[in-house]
Antibody
Framework: EVQLVESGGGLVQPGGSLRLSCAASGFSFSSYWMHWVRQAPGKGLVWVSHINSDGSGTTYADSVKGRFTISRDNAKNTVFLQMNSLRAEDTAVYFC??????????WGKGTTVTVSS | SYELTQPPSVSVSPGQTASITCSGDELGDKYVCWYQQKPGQSPVLVIY???KRPSGIPERFSGSNSGNTATLTISGTQAVDEADYYC?????????FGGGTKLTVL
């Protein structure tokens, strides 16, 4: 079964850091681009970042550029999102998503990040 | 930055046809995907590359894209289709989502 399982969310103070992980199984992880997409409480989906299949290329939404870093370990079938200088507006459920190069076809259940003092 | 605009809400009676639009500058030149999200669940891809249905998605879901508008059409809408729907396209190596449309079946 194709599966993505996120972890690493939690409560963090403004200015703090958090590292999210996404463990993939059931498919050839190293063949796929991967994304992080977030959803603030009661709000819509917002794309955060993506990484290409070998990790050599990344892009970021303007709202997180310079603060967040996406990476992957193809040997461990895992993609990461390092989040620094967190703000209240980063509070959201963060979804890990698989990309076939034209569409996002598999979504994890998400991990919740709350930034609050 | 590129923007996709959706109506906040659409209502439809059971058995009727629901149409949800997504507007963006020269959107017809891009591939559009549609995602369905029910409360407390992760999004599910229902249409990709403008009009293709993933395996397991009912035939009542269809899509089109031309000019500045993409449309998700649900024919013979059922109560189980009540959900939020999001369009998505790519612009300059970034993914863009529409604001979402709440489909109410009443």
């Amino acid at each position: 079964e194709v599966q993505l399982v996120e972890s690493g969310g939690g409560l963090v103070q403004p200015g703090g850091s958090l590292r999210l992980s996404c463990a993939a199984s059931g498919f050839s992880f190293s063949s796929y681009w991967m994304h992080w997409v977030r959803q603030a409480p009661g709000k819509g989906l917002v794309w955060v970042s993506h990484i290409n299949s070998d990790g050599s290329g990344t892009t970021y939404a303007d709202s997180v550029k310079g603060r967040f870093t996406i990476s992957r370990d193809n040997a461990k079938n895992t993609v990461f999102l390092q989040m620094n200088s967190l703000r209240a507006e980063d509070t959201a459920v963060y979804f890990c998503v698989r990309d076939t190069r034209t569409y996002m076809d598999v979504w994890g259940k998400g991990t919740t990040v709350t930034v609050s003092s | 930055s590129y923007e996709l605009t959706q109506p906040p809400s659409v209502s439809v009676s059971p058995g009727q046809t629901a149409s949800i639009t997504c507007s963006g500058d020269e959107l017809g030149d891009k591939y559009v995907c549609w995602y369905q999200q029910k409360p407390g669940q992760s999004p599910v891809l229902v249409i990709y590359e403008d009009m293709k249905r993933p395996s397991g998605i009912p035939e009542r879901f269809s899509g089109s894209n031309s000019g500045n508008t993409a449309t998700l059409t649900i024919s013979g809408t059922q109560a189980v289709d009540e959900a939020d729907y999001y369009c998505q396209a790519w612009d300059s190596s970034t993914a863009v989502f529409g604001g979402g449309t709440k489909l109410t079946v009443l």
